[in-house]
């Protein structure tokens, strides 16, 4: 609900289109792509189909708006950085001719897992999360940002991602777009002991919940906790809480929060060797 979708528009090869009026076909995909966006995201009296985020394409919002097979094999070689390698991870083909789906498919598996593992895999990791939670969170809002926040849904991901890289390679049930069935092939290779997946697992779907409930309520993107005490009331019912023992929903519904993102946040230290007390919050 009130989710963004990040799409990436990739066609066979470069070459002309056929007919009277011949262009190119970086200028012929450039047109499509923005006839198909302006379709997904225009608001009509039943409201707009989808929100649309292009931005993920090499280049960002300068580069070409759709790519050729071969064109994006060269940049992913060249140019992509980590985080595109844990992006790609969840790409997965949603329209189109289905002979390019499975090349662009194939492709981007290569990239995610053929690759070697840099030494430096953890830090790299380690440090983008700092960074993230650093640049779009701030120290005001860790406790209650539900996605990028301290012990948030992108930890979670972030930890499994991690696995995934270092690990795919040789254990092909790694290489799913999913974070839960991901969690449940580490749980069965050995790679993160039981209790530590239960919690995850448990986590995961706990605050992808309390994400829904918000958007489901705003019709918007929402990722932080209300502040105001009768919105987070409300939020606590929608989740199922009711006063108890003296104790507000509102109340409960937020120990639980503490202890859910806590858990994850502890979990996320020990894989990545944080030493605790390094920094507030770690």
């Given at each position: 609900y009130g989710s963004d979708l990040d799409v990436l528009f990739v066609y066979r090869e470069d070459g002309q289109t056929t007919g009277p009026a011949r262009i190119s076909h970086p200028e012929y995909f450039s047109k499509l792509v923005d006839r198909v966006t302006t379709i997904l995201t225009s608001i009509t009296q039943e409201g707009a189909a989808y929100r649309v985020d292009a931005r993920l394409r090499p280049g960002g919002q300068k580069g070409e708006a759709a790519l050729s097979l071969g064109g994006l094999e060269t940049y992913l070689a060249r140019q992509a950085d980590l985080w595109e390698r844990q992006a790609y991870i969840k790409a997965r083909p949603v329209a189109g001719d289905p002979d390019v789906a499975a090349a662009f498919v194939a492709l981007a598996r290569r990239f995610v897992y053929d690759a070697p593992?840099?030494?430096?895999?953890?830090?790299?990791?380690?440090?983008?999360?700092?960074?993230?939670?650093?640049?779009?969170?701030?120290?005001?809002?860790?406790?209650?940002?539900?996605?990028?926040?301290?012990?948030?849904?992108?930890?979670?991901?972030?930890?499994?991602?991690?696995?995934?890289?270092?690990?795919?390679?040789?254990?092909?049930?790694?290489?799913?777009?999913?974070?839960?069935?991901?969690?449940?092939?580490?749980?069965?290779?050995?790679?993160?002991?039981?209790?530590?997946?239960?919690?995850?697992?448990?986590?995961?779907?706990?605050?992808?919940?309390?994400?829904?409930?918000?958007?489901?309520?705003?019709?918007?993107?929402?990722?932080?906790?209300?502040?105001?005490?009768?919105?987070?009331?409300?939020?606590?019912?929608?989740?199922?809480?009711?006063?108890?023992?003296?104790?507000?929903?509102?109340?409960?519904?937020?120990?639980?929060?503490?202890?859910?993102?806590?858990?994850?946040?502890?979990i996320f230290r020990r894989?990545?060797?944080?030493?605790?007390?390094?920094e507030p919050g770690w």
């Open positions: 593992e840099p030494p430096d895999l953890a830090a790299r990791i380690l440090a983008m999360r700092r960074r993230i939670e650093t640049e779009r969170v701030g120290a005001g809002r860790k406790a209650t940002h539900v996605k990028l926040g301290s012990g948030g849904v992108l930890e979670i991901e972030f930890l499994v991602q991690y696995f995934q890289l270092r690990h795919g390679r040789t254990l092909p049930a790694l290489r799913t777009p999913g974070t839960l069935p991901a969690l449940a092939t580490l749980r069965a290779a050995g790679l993160l002991p039981t209790s530590d997946v239960d919690t995850l697992e448990a986590a995961y779907r706990f605050l992808r919940r309390v994400e829904t409930r918000l958007r489901i309520a705003a019709d918007l993107s929402l990722n932080t906790l209300p502040s105001a005490p009768e919105r987070l009331e409300k939020l606590a019912k929608r989740m199922g809480y009711a006063s108890e023992s003296g104790a507000s929903a509102r109340e409960r519904f937020l120990a639980d929060y503490a202890a859910r993102t806590g858990e994850v946040r502890e894989v990545f060797h944080v030493p605790a007390g390094t």
